[in-house]
């Protein structure tokens, strides 16, 4: 698995400018520039005319983290238009604390709902949620989760089956790097490619711009479902 740093710093923006971006624009993203084709598309969970959009991150990843108020607000403007999943690097393997904190969550149905609190606590107060299951335990239990509840789930055969598929599932993706965003099972994107194509060096800025790439790629995987 090639790096989950994503390089927001002079070198990429110098060489976004050998990138041909004669057409990209994240207000009019176009395939092959703000995002590209799997080769091979994958099974989705959604309904109907819904969109699948499936983040693949990490808690410790900085740029997840920048990106999730963004992805946040965005998704409850789409409302039901689309479905929005997560898949959790497993950055240490099967045992990983963050993927294990993630896939528990999951599991109570409460990931979405803890998800800026749990970044919060590892990138502002510096908490150590994605290394130290103690940490984890006492932490939850502070913040409104029933301890004994999710330390029987955190144990429970489903979570940790679920973790040892985890690699699996990423792999038939074939996504290397946090965060990188799946739409409808088919078309990629993530922050880097947004950044290089549009000649945004600022990772900040690339964050803003995020939520309009997403709409362009929901309403072609929409409109391919008429």
Request: glycine share 6%; aromatic share 8%; charged share 25%.
């Amino acid at each position: 698995m090639r790096s989950l740093r994503l390089a927001f710093h002079a070198a990429a923006a110098a060489a976004a400018l050998m990138v041909s971006t004669a057409s990209a624009s994240p207000a009019d993203p176009k395939l092959g520039t703000d995002y590209i084709a799997l080769a091979q598309p994958q099974p989705v969970q959604a309904s109907g005319k819904q969109v699948e959009v499936l983040e693949f991150f990490m808690y410790r990843c900085p740029h997840c983290a920048n990106l999730e108020p963004e992805l946040e607000a965005w998704a409850k403007k789409q409302g039901d238009n689309i479905v929005l999943r997560r898949l959790h690097f497993p950055f240490s393997g099967p045992t990983d604390p963050g993927a294990h904190l993630f896939v528990t969550l999951e599991a109570m149905g409460k990931s979405e709902a803890m998800a800026q609190k749990v970044f919060d606590a590892i990138h502002k107060q510096h908490i150590r949620l994605d290394r130290d299951e103690d940490v984890i335990f006492d932490w939850v239990g502070k913040n409104g989760i029933d301890a004994a509840a999710f330390r029987d789930t955190w144990n429970s055969f489903a979570v940790v089956t679920r973790l040892r598929t985890l690699n699996r599932l990423i792999d038939r993706y074939k996504v290397g790097s946090a965060p990188t965003i799946v739409v409808d099972g088919k078309y990629v994107t993530e922050p880097a490619r947004v950044g290089d194509v549009n000649r945004i060096a600022d990772e900040q800025a690339v964050m803003k711009v995020m939520p309009a790439v997403l709409d362009g790629m929901v309403a072609r995987a929409k409109a391919e479902k008429n």
